[in-house]
């Protein structure tokens, strides 16, 4: 079956260090992105890649890294720069192209909590 | 910039009894309105969707539309089961552009159905 799978689905951090989420699809969708999720605060955009070996920043971009070199895959790197890094991660995929039937696929998450 | 503004939760109903959760947005021109749901520990799923004024998106049994006048999108459903237990987000997608992954969520809304 086709989806998006993350990896950890837990993850425990000490000040200092940096983690990195990985972030694999079997959808054949050209874009990815990454969503941080706080309680009561819905999802912010991290970072987002239309094409393979191209990102771009999104909202809260600010500690963390990203590549794509791959076309399934997109890694995310919490760095120690992140202040406040303990949150829910989503990953996401979708077809390229604007399109109304175009819709974000999401995996099931990782948790990091920060020691 | 664009914003969503969903009612405030948690919001607690007894099974059967009617669900409405308010959602209103703020965006330049006609965005798309999606609402997702996220079960306990999972990541966020597609529920229902709609992409130009007065389109009716509806799924297992839950409805919203597309309202330009109010700028509004309200989740619907008739009769709710203690399964409908999670936490429901709306969302919009710009017009245009390059912008079609990039979503803009409200805060979500805890919903709880007891038996």
């Known amino acids: 079956d086709g989806g998006i799978t993350q990896s950890p689905k837990y993850l425990f951090r000490k000040e200092g260090q940096n983690v990195t989420l990985s972030c694999e699809q079997n959808?054949?969708?050209?874009?990815m992105y990454w969503y941080r999720q706080d309680p009561g605060q819905g999802l912010r955009l991290i970072y987002y890649?239309?094409?393979?070996?191209?990102?771009q920043k999104g909202d809260i971009a600010e500690g963390y890294s990203v590549s794509r070199e791959k076309k399934e895959s997109f890694p995310l790197t919490v760095t120690s720069a992140q202040k406040n890094p303990t949150a829910f991660y989503l990953c996401?995929?979708?077809?390229?192209?604007?399109?109304?039937?175009?819709?974000?696929?999401f995996g099931a998450g990782s948790r990091l909590t920060v020691l | 910039g664009d914003s969503v503004t969903q009612m405030e939760g948690p919001v607690t109903l007894s099974e059967e009894a009617f669900l409405t959760i308010n959602c209103t947005y703020t965006?330049?021109?006609?965005?798309?309105l999606f609402w997702y749901v996220q079960y306990p520990g999972e990541g966020l799923q597609l529920l229902l969707k709609?992409?130009?004024?007065?389109d009716k998106g509806s799924n297992k049994g839950f409805e919203a539309t597309y309202r330009k006048e109010t700028t509004s999108f309200h989740l619907e459903k008739g009769s709710v089961q203690v399964s409908d237990s999670a936490v429901y987000f709306c969302?919009?997608?710009?017009?245009?552009?390059?912008?079609?992954?990039?979503?803009?969520f409200g805060q979500g809304t805890i919903l709880t159905v007891h038996p």
């Open positions: 965006a330049t021109g006609y965005p798309s």
């Open positions: 996401a995929s979708s077809m390229a192209g604007y399109s109304g039937a175009n819709v974000l696929t």
């Open positions: 969302a919009l997608r710009p017009p245009g552009g390059t912008s079609y992954g990039k979503l803009t």
């Open positions: 959808l054949n969708h050209d874009a």
């Open positions: 890649s239309q094409i393979v070996n191209d990102f």
């Open positions: 709609a992409t130009k004024a007065d």
